[in-house]
């Protein structure tokens, strides 16, 4: 097993450069970069002066060497600073010499996604389960029918509408609920339970929006896989034991019928630190989507690159939990990977 | 089970915040200007950091002007008037501009502030090793000199007319907070000290700059005492906060002013609605090296066949008004004389037959040595520019000309298209500038990949007269040279002005003091006037 596991670590080196190279292509392919921005369209700002930006960030060399300087960088983890003027770090915090600390700005944005995405996957668990598991016991019966209209009816309604209406009817109308941003002015006064209850209050929203959109493809995962399983050989002979059905469901079929899920949490480990623009700006939440948008919109390479980075690992990192979860959980499957 | 979740969540928290009286209020009533209050506004983007010179974007430059002075500034008619200078003089061979600065004056951190810091900021604008787009015009600075505390003498090689805009136009920074620093990635950026009104007092990343006014203050004492400027990206989200009562005001576009504003009665009790003169204007630009643009009779068809009315009552709702020169109509520098070319299909269609194109093979299309008058109308995806691309393509038809409309990204339309001058038609926006020189827009010496005359526009007369501009400081005198520019261009018909649009604003009404109509230079040229009234201040914002 750590033999496997070595050689998968291993193999993801080779697969992160070449990730990181054909993304570094295809975003030079893209016409423009930081200095052709339409805010920088503007008679005051010369061409000889945005030639010399041009220099100052080595845009002017060829997209192979911007590469080589690149590479170089993140051989130390250094993921560079923002294009956009006041160079921000990407990745990390760093101290200038007075000891002013600037925050980076994946460090700042990455929680926020994480914790939003988190919460709407628990969400989703705590509700596509049981309704899955209701829809295949009553195949084709109402309630069946009553859940699968639901959930695609969350899967098919614009994110964006729902959450204007709800923005609307909550905080405009009921004042229940805070319309967007993340926090309260005056949020630093209250107590620390004050504080928690503020936070929660404002991402009550985008975590039921996000939750509501992804609840379908998880529920009818569950509702298709029990259908199979229940009518596996096994199940019939749990039943002939005269194993009574609570058993039959929940200790046999069910176990079996969540094997594949591991894989689709595996996969959206990336999906993870990946924020719906749109969500994003509507709440006004400074998360990853919104960040990746702008850095694309303003060529702000460095960023459009950390993020692409970090993304590619996590995918890597997200595929092999996923296998070895596999493993740990499926008798069949570990054997075959020690062979 | 997530309605559950979700109502008792709402449930829970709906006590706490629900006795917010918002609608029970009439603010009707005059009360004295008296000093307090916060006001909230919002913003789509986050600054950089609030060095202008550095950062760039308007999100910067419009928290950065509440924190820092300049030499100069524009007054309320859009005239040019002293800053932290208290007056200036130009010497009789219109080289040599002395700025005397005004006594006392201090930084919000006590430090004096003095002509050294105005050297230093010239220093840094022009160093070679600052990333900063803005600084050919100091560049072309060739002795910059403080004879004392409070002068500042900078001589340049030529007269150089627009000079006093960018005094007017460049942010004074203290030398004694960033002498030692890079002023590229300096922490300064993030935490400010000016000599404004306001001073930063909070930077939450992501969500809102908050201000405090600065009792150090050069320029006197604004009223508010804070200024919360949150950022919200989207201006569905802005509109709903504004309903809330959570912002005080907000710029609109012109669905949201003339269309759901009258429709909600509600809205109106509480909030008010200010239009301005905007900042820019639209047109129609053709490119001059490509047949048949070259030909004037063509390009005034053009002009004649376009309604520019039609244009700005479908695009802008009514709010906007037409332009025949790129000046803020009403100020000096627009000439008062010129009137836009009338919506005349017949007279179209007549220049057009004199430059030879009429519908010889009767298709409904006009042509031309056998080949039909067909063109492409270029724009970047802006939703006003596009719908007013489509009117254009209809009035177009009606005189035979056959255009198709193409909608690019920024980025790909600038390179592909502008900079290798690949175009026929493009529809675009420029804006009203506050000084008359427009060199880099018109002269024909501006033409390489990369320079602002795209359209290739050349014209020895108009040559003469930017560069005569360029070299005559007294406004009286230069505004006979740019009222003879704009009625050249006019009559050359280089490009179509289209439309010149309202800004729009709804601010809250407990924000008292505020010019309505408002004068050339916008309802911001008084904002230290601005007060919100004790009986109307928020009750939440005591705690801070």
Known sequence: MLKYLLKRFFWMIPLLVGISLISFMIMHLAPGDITSSEASFNPKASEESRQKLRELYSLDKPVIVQYSLWMKRMATLNFGTSFASHQRPVFWQTKDKDGNVTLGMIQEALPITLLINVLSLILIIAIALPLG?????????????????????????????LALMLMYWTGVQHNWLPISGLQSLGHEHLHWLGKTLDTLKHLALPVFISAITGLAGIALFVRNGMLEVLHQDYITTARSKGLNEHRVIYGHALRNALLPLITIFGLSIPGLI?????????FAIPGMGKLFYDAVLMRDFPVIMGILT??????????????????WADPRVRRGVMQ | MTWVLLTALMVSCGDSSSNKSIHTIDYSKDYPANSGGTLIDAMTGEPSGLIAMIAGESAASAIAGNIFNSLLKYDKNLELTGELAKSWEISADQRTITFHLKPDLKWADNTALTSDDVLFTWQK?????????????????????????????????????????????LHILPKHLLKDQDINTTAFARNPVGSHYYKLEQWKNGQYLKLTRNVNATQGQAKIDHLLSRIIPDKAAQFLELSADNIDSMGLNPIQYARIFPARPELNKNIALYKELGNSYTYLGFNLKRKPFDDIRVRQAINYAINKQ?????????????????????????????????????????LLKAAGYEDHDGDGIIDKDGKPFSFEILTNQNKEREMTGVLIQRRLKEVGIDANIRVLEWASFLGRFIKPKEFDVVVLGWSLSLDPDQYSIWHSSQQAPGQFNFISYSNPRVDKLLEAGRLELNPDKRMKIYHEFSAILLEDSPIVYLSAGYGLSAIHKRVRGISNPAPPAGIGHNTYEWNIPQAYARSEMSEH
């Open chain 1, 133 to 161: 598991v209701i829809s295949a016991l009553k195949q084709n019966q109402l309630a069946d029918r009553v859940i699968t209209l639901f959930v695609f009816i969350g899967f098919a309604i614009p994110g964006f509408w």
């Open chain 1, 274 to 282: 990946g924020g719906s623009v749109i969500a994003e700006s509507i």
């Open chain 1, 310 to 327: 970090i993304g590619a690992l996590l995918t890597l990192i997200g595929n092999l939990v996923a296998d070895v979860a596999y493993a």
């Open chain 2, 125 to 169: 604008v022009t160093d070679e090793k600052t990333r900063t787009p803005y600084g050919s015009d100091f560049k072309l600075v060739t002795v910059a000199e403080t004879p004392d505390a409070n002068t500042f003498r900078v001589t340049y090689k030529a007269p150089y007319a627009p000079a006093l805009d960018t005094w007017a136009g």
């Open chain 2, 310 to 350: 039609e244009i700005i009552d479908g695009v802008l709702l009514g709010l906007g008004e037409p332009v025949a020169s790129p000046y803020k109509p009403g100020t000096r520098w627009s000439n008062p004389v010129l009137k836009p070319y009338p919506y005349d299909p017949a007279k179209a269609k007549a």
